[in-house]
Protein backbone atom coordinates (compact mmCIF):
# COMPACT_ATOMS: atom_id res chain seq x y z
CA UNK A 1 0.00 0.00 0.00
CA UNK A 2 1.27 3.48 -0.87
CA UNK A 3 2.84 5.70 2.09
CA UNK A 4 2.75 8.88 2.17
CA UNK A 5 4.95 11.25 4.34
CA UNK A 6 5.06 15.33 4.28
CA UNK A 7 7.64 17.78 4.79
CA UNK A 8 8.66 21.54 4.88
CA UNK A 9 6.01 22.82 7.28
CA UNK A 10 6.75 25.55 9.52
CA UNK A 11 6.32 29.39 10.21
CA UNK A 12 6.49 32.25 8.33
CA UNK A 13 5.77 35.65 8.03
CA UNK A 14 3.08 36.84 5.36
CA UNK A 15 4.84 37.44 2.50
CA UNK A 16 7.38 34.94 2.83
CA UNK A 17 7.86 31.71 0.96
CA UNK A 18 7.74 27.63 2.54
CA UNK A 19 8.36 24.50 -0.31
CA UNK A 20 6.56 21.20 0.93
CA UNK A 21 7.84 18.11 0.31
CA UNK A 22 5.81 14.28 -0.10
CA UNK A 23 7.60 11.03 -0.50
CA UNK A 24 5.81 8.53 -1.58
CA UNK A 25 6.75 4.79 -1.16
CA UNK A 26 4.91 1.32 -1.65
CA UNK A 27 4.09 2.46 -5.15
CA UNK A 28 6.14 1.88 -8.58
CA UNK A 29 7.63 4.41 -10.08
CA UNK A 30 5.60 3.80 -13.68
CA UNK A 31 2.62 3.64 -11.26
CA UNK A 32 3.45 6.83 -9.40
CA UNK A 33 4.03 8.50 -12.78
CA UNK A 34 0.60 7.68 -13.77
CA UNK A 35 -1.33 8.74 -10.73
CA UNK A 36 -2.89 11.50 -9.80
CA UNK A 37 -1.61 14.02 -6.95
CA UNK A 38 -3.03 16.50 -4.64
CA UNK A 39 -2.32 18.89 -2.07
CA UNK A 40 -5.20 19.27 0.34
CA UNK A 41 -5.33 21.88 3.73
CA UNK A 42 -7.30 21.86 7.04
CA UNK A 43 -7.34 24.78 8.74
CA UNK A 44 -8.80 25.22 12.27
CA UNK A 45 -12.27 24.67 12.25
CA UNK A 46 -12.72 24.43 8.45
CA UNK A 47 -13.69 21.63 5.83
CA UNK A 48 -10.74 20.29 4.29
CA UNK A 49 -10.36 21.56 0.99
CA UNK A 50 -7.93 20.76 -2.33
CA UNK A 51 -5.65 23.36 -3.13
CA UNK A 52 -3.64 21.86 -6.13
CA UNK A 53 -3.79 18.61 -8.13
CA UNK A 54 -1.74 16.91 -10.96
CA UNK A 55 -2.07 14.24 -12.97
CA UNK A 56 -0.33 11.75 -14.68
CA UNK A 57 0.01 14.06 -17.86
CA UNK A 58 1.28 16.79 -16.08
CA UNK A 59 -1.89 19.15 -16.13
CA UNK A 60 -2.46 21.43 -13.40
CA UNK A 61 -5.58 22.58 -11.52
CA UNK A 62 -5.35 25.38 -7.99
CA UNK A 63 -7.63 26.06 -5.88
CA UNK A 64 -8.46 29.68 -6.42
CA UNK A 65 -7.13 31.43 -4.07
CA UNK A 66 -3.95 30.46 -4.43
CA UNK A 67 -3.96 30.44 -8.16
CA UNK A 68 -0.65 32.47 -8.82
CA UNK A 69 1.53 32.06 -5.63
CA UNK A 70 1.06 28.16 -5.22
CA UNK A 71 2.72 25.38 -7.51
CA UNK A 72 2.72 21.79 -7.50
CA UNK A 73 5.19 19.50 -9.23
CA UNK A 74 6.46 15.87 -9.05
CA UNK A 75 9.71 14.45 -9.49
CA UNK A 76 8.58 10.90 -10.74
CA UNK A 77 12.10 9.68 -10.50
CA UNK A 78 12.55 9.97 -7.24
CA UNK A 79 8.53 9.56 -6.11
CA UNK A 80 8.09 12.67 -4.61
CA UNK A 81 5.46 15.49 -4.77
CA UNK A 82 6.21 19.54 -4.18
CA UNK A 83 3.72 22.14 -3.30
CA UNK A 84 6.23 25.52 -3.61
CA UNK A 85 3.78 28.41 -1.95
CA UNK A 86 4.80 32.15 -2.59
CA UNK A 87 3.70 35.22 -0.82
CA UNK A 88 2.27 33.08 2.22
CA UNK A 89 -1.04 34.64 3.75
CA UNK A 90 -2.64 34.36 7.30
CA UNK A 91 -5.28 32.39 5.73
CA UNK A 92 -3.19 29.81 4.16
CA UNK A 93 -2.59 28.72 7.76
CA UNK A 94 -3.66 25.01 8.05
CA UNK A 95 -2.46 21.52 8.40
CA UNK A 96 -1.29 20.91 4.61
CA UNK A 97 -1.89 16.54 3.47
CA UNK A 98 -0.78 14.96 0.53
CA UNK A 99 -2.43 12.84 -1.44
CA UNK A 100 -2.54 10.43 -4.00
CA UNK A 101 -5.53 9.21 -6.06
CA UNK A 102 -5.97 6.20 -8.12
CA UNK A 103 -9.57 7.77 -9.48
CA UNK A 104 -8.00 10.79 -10.09
CA UNK A 105 -11.03 13.06 -9.01
CA UNK A 106 -11.63 16.79 -9.66
CA UNK A 107 -9.66 18.70 -6.95
CA UNK A 108 -13.51 20.06 -6.04
CA UNK A 109 -14.25 16.50 -4.61
CA UNK A 110 -15.15 16.38 -1.02
CA UNK A 111 -12.08 15.31 0.91
CA UNK A 112 -14.15 12.45 2.39
CA UNK A 113 -14.98 10.96 -0.98
CA UNK A 114 -12.79 8.53 -2.96
CA UNK A 115 -12.55 5.22 -1.64
CA UNK A 116 -9.20 4.86 -3.68
CA UNK A 117 -7.47 8.30 -2.15
CA UNK A 118 -4.25 7.57 0.11
CA UNK A 119 -3.36 10.10 2.87
CA UNK A 120 -0.13 11.41 4.26
CA UNK A 121 -0.06 12.71 8.24
CA UNK A 122 0.55 16.04 7.33
CA UNK A 123 2.67 19.18 7.91
CA UNK A 124 1.85 22.14 9.99
CA UNK A 125 2.50 25.79 8.10
CA UNK A 126 1.60 28.46 9.92
CA UNK A 127 1.39 32.07 8.33
CA UNK A 128 1.93 34.86 11.09
CA UNK A 129 0.43 38.64 9.88
Known amino acids: EVQLVESGGGSVQAGGSLRLSCAAS???????????MSWFRQAPGKEREGVAR???????TYEQSVKGRFTISKDNTNKILYLQMNTLKPEDTAMYYC????????????????????WGQGTQVTVSS
Open 54 to 60: IDGDGDT
Open 99 to 118: VADFDCLPLITRWDRGEHRH
Open 26 to 36: GITNTRYRYTC
